[in-house]
């Protein structure tokens, strides 16, 4: 049962618009959120977390949303660059838990 | 860069043989976790380590085992490996501060079972 759920295997942006990068999740004692960005043969990278009191957090070209309510967050990148092409994961974790569960992935296409 | 390295990088081996992946830290981070990659199922959590000494399963625990008997190393075993465990495996490093976690990977290990 995938308590993680990234919808989209890829999404296609154009370079310089927003690109808007969604994941649900299914228990709600996950109280920390973290996207990650991953390039071929690389090992992931943090890229902005989020902690279950607050409902934004932005840093540089990106933001990350939380909704509680519909156990929703996405990722908004603005504008979109050329190397934000990647695979992003969604992360969630718990404070009397120390897992770090993972989505499956979207893989980010930016079209000049 | 988190100092966090995998030993092998890359490794084939045959199907039933022992295979033992190494992740070694610098950091002295309380969490240590071992994930595979696979096409169509991105990262999942295989066993994870709380301390030394300490560690619990996660959600394809099944034909692995793990070890931490230093802060600064975590071991990863296929008992007898098969050609369902052909995966790229990333070790992860994590610690809290004030309510905050962040994990930081390795390099990644590509094993290859024939």
């Known amino acids: 049962d995938q308590q993680v759920k990234q919808n989209s295997p890829s999404l296609s942006v154009q370079e310089g618009r927003i690109s808007i990068l969604n994941c649900d999740y299914t228990n709600s004692m996950f109280d920390y959120f973290l996207w990650y960005k991953k390039y071929p043969a690389e090992g992931p990278t943090f890229l902005i977390s989020i902690s279950s009191i607050k409902d934004k957090n932005e840093d540089g070209r990106f933001t990350v949303f939380l909704n509680k309510s519909a156990k929703h967050l996405s990722l908004h990148i603005v504008p979109s660059q050329p190397g934000d092409s990647a695979v992003y994961f969604c992360a969630a974790t718990m404070n009397r838990d120390d897992k770090i569960i993972f989505g499956k992935g979207t893989r980010l296409h930016i079209l000049p | 860069d988190a100092g966090i390295t995998q030993s092998p990088r890359h490794k084939v081996t045959e199907t039933g043989t022992p295979v033992t992946l190494r992740c070694h830290q610098t950091?002295?981070?309380?969490?240590m976790y071992w994930y595979r990659q696979d096409p169509g199922h991105g990262l999942r959590l295989i066993h994870y380590s709380y301390g030394v000494k300490d560690t619990d399963q996660g959600e394809v625990s099944d034909g692995y085992s793990v070890s931490r008997s230093k802060t600064e190393d975590f071991l990863l075993t296929l008992e007898s490996a098969t050609s369902s465990q052909t995966s790229v495996y990333f070790c992860?490093?994590?610690?809290?501060?004030?309510?905050?976690?962040?994990?930081?990977f390795g390099q990644g290990t590509r094993l290859t079972v024939v």
């Open positions: 992860a490093i994590s610690e809290r501060t004030g309510g905050d976690t962040e994990a930081f």
């Open positions: 950091e002295n981070h309380r969490y």
